[in-house]
Each structure stands twice: as C-alpha cells, then as structure tokens.
Nanobody, 122 residues
C-alpha cells in the first residue's frame, strides 16, 4: 500500500523554526512534483510550496524567504524547513504527490498525507 507519512509538526514560539518531513512508503515507480499544503480553521486550504522531481521550487507569497522545500529522491522524502515562524502560519500541514505505483496496472494516483499540526504562539 502506497502512502505519504508526515512528521515534524509541533508547538513553537513566533520567530522559531520547524522542519517537516513527508516520506512516501510502498512500492512506487516514480513520483512527480511534491507539494506542501496547509489548512487553518476558517481559511481555505493553501498551497505552500512545490518541488518538481527536477528540483524546481515555487512558494506562496506568504512564505517566500522564510520556508524552504527540498526533497531526497533516493528516499522518496520531501522536507519543509520553516524559519521565522509567525502565528498566522498555524495550520494543519499536508503533503501531496502524484505517484505511479510499481504493480500492474502501474496507475498514477494522487496521495495525501494525514497531516501534521503546526502551532505558532505569539
């Protein structure tokens, strides 16, 4: 069974840092772009950052200069380094990726992690 498993969330004071990880587990042939989303109560889900399998990155304006997305293709893992955290960064953070499974019919499916909570206190 293919799944995305996140870790690294927690409670941090404003100005602090956290590093989120998301590992793809199971038999996959390939993984396309990997993404981090966040969803805060009362707000729409937001695409925070994207990294392609070639390493190109894009960021939401709200996190540019503070967050860095990276990936380890050998370990099928994506990271989100979050610095200078603000209370408005408080949200449930999800990773997302399209992965082609390694068993017939080798379907390309979109997967979501279970989410990891990030809480930033003022």
């Amino acid at each position: 069974q293919v799944q995305l498993v996140e870790s690294g969330g927690g409670l941090v004071q404003a100005g602090g840092s956290l590093r989120l990880s998301c590992a793809a587990r199971g038999s996959t042939l390939s993984i396309t772009a990997m993404n981090w989303y966040r969803h805060a109560p009362g707000r729409e889900r937001e695409l925070v950052a994207t990294i392609t399998n070639g390493g190109s990155t894009t960021y939401a304006d709200s996190v540019k200069g503070r967050f860095t997305i990276s990936r380890d293709n050998a370990k099928n893992t994506v990271f989100l380094q979050m610095n200078s955290l603000k209370p408005e960064d408080t949200a449930l953070y999800y990773c997302n990726a399209a992965m082609r499974i390694a068993t017939p019919p080798y379907k390309l499916n979109t997967y979501w992690g279970q989410g990891t909570q990030v809480t930033v206190s003022s």
